[in-house]
C-alpha cells in the first residue's frame, strides 16, 4: 500500500482481556518496528523485524507482550490479559533495510479499563 | 535514565521568525540523529537526519546542527510557518543503525507558531 496501515485505530478493552493489534507496512520494506507512546512520554521501541525474523524480543515491556510477522508483510502484536499501564498509542514503522527514516502508521490508541 | 532529552516540552515562535528546537545526548555510541515531526492523531513524519560525521545538515527551511563535544544537537526551522506546529521528536541510533537497537526517542517538543 501507499503507506503503512494499522487496524484497529482505537480499542477499547476491559483489564484482564488479550488483545491484537495489526501493522501492515509499505509493500517491498523488509525491516519493521513497533513502537509504543504512553501520556507524556517519548516514543518506546519495542522490537524489530527483519523480514519475518525478531533478533531480540528484549525490548517487549513483559511476557504477556508478543509479537509475530508472516510473509514478511503483515504483524501482529498481542497483548495478553492486558493491564491499564498498557494503556498507550501503539505505533509501526517499516523501512527498506539499512535506511534510518522510518515510515510511521497513525497508531492504535488501546485504551486498558 | 533517558538517553535522549528535550528539556522544552513546549516552544512558541512567532510566524516568520526562527524556531530553534534542542535535544542533549547521553549515550556517546549515538552516531546518527534525527528528527520527526508529528500531527494530532497521526504518525510522526521523518523530517531530516544528521551522521556524526556532519555538524549541519540543511533542507529547505529545515537545518539541524550536531556539536558532539556538548552531545547536543539543535532544530532550526527559518521562516516558521504555520503548518510547523507540531510536536517534534529528537531521535538517536548506534552503530546498528537504527536495526534491532531501535531509535530512541526524546519526549518531543511541541511547537506553536503564533500568527
Known amino acids: 500500500g501507499a503507506g503503512v496501515s494499522q487496524s484497529p485505530s482505537n480499542k477499547v478493552t476491559e483489564k484482564g482481556k488479550d488483545v491484537e493489534l495489526r501493522c501492515d507496512p509499505i509493500s517491498g520494506h523488509t525491516a519493521l518496528y513497533w513502537y509504543r507512546q504512553s501520556l507524556g512520554q517519548g516514543l518506546e521501541f519495542l522490537i524489530y523485524?527483519?523480514?519475518?525474523?525478531?533478533?531480540?524480543k528484549s525490548g517487549l515491556p513483559s511476557d504477556r507482550f508478543s509479537a509475530e510477522r508472516t510473509g514478511g508483510s503483515v504483524s501482529t502484536l498481542t497483548i495478553q490479559r492486558t493491564q491499564q499501564e498498557d494503556s498507550a498509542v501503539y505505533l509501526c514503522a517499516s523501512s527498506l533495510v539499512g535506511a534510518y527514516g522510518y515510515t510511521f502508521g497513525s497508531g492504535t490508541r488501546l485504551t486498558v479499563v | 535514565d533517558q538517553q535522549v532529552k528535550q528539556n522544552s516540552p513546549s516552544l512558541s515562535v512567532q510566524e516568520g521568525r526562527i524556531s530553534i528546537l534542542n535535544c542533549d545526548y547521553t549515550n556517546s555510541m549515538f552516531d546518527y540523529f534525527l528528527w520527526y515531526k508529528k500531527y494530532p492523531a497521526e504518525g510522526p513524519t521523518f523530517l531530516i537526519s544528521?551522521?556524526?560525521?556532519?555538524d549541519k545538515n540543511e533542507d529547505g527551511r529545515f537545518t539541524v546542527f550536531l556539536n558532539k563535544s556538548a552531545k547536543h544537537l539543535s532544530l532550526h526551522i527559518v521562516p516558521s510557518q504555520p503548518g510547523d506546529s507540531a510536536v517534534y521528536f529528537c531521535?538517536?541510533?548506534?552503530?546498528?543503525?537504527?536495526?534491532?537497537?531501535?531509535?530512541?526517542f526524546g519526549k518531543g517538543t511541541h511547537l506553536i507558531i503564533q500568527p
Open positions: 523485524f527483519q523480514g519475518n525474523s525478531a533478533p531480540d
Open positions: 544528521i551522521s556524526s560525521i556532519k
Open positions: 531521535a538517536a541510533s548506534g552503530a546498528s543503525g537504527g536495526g534491532a537497537d531501535g531509535l530512541t
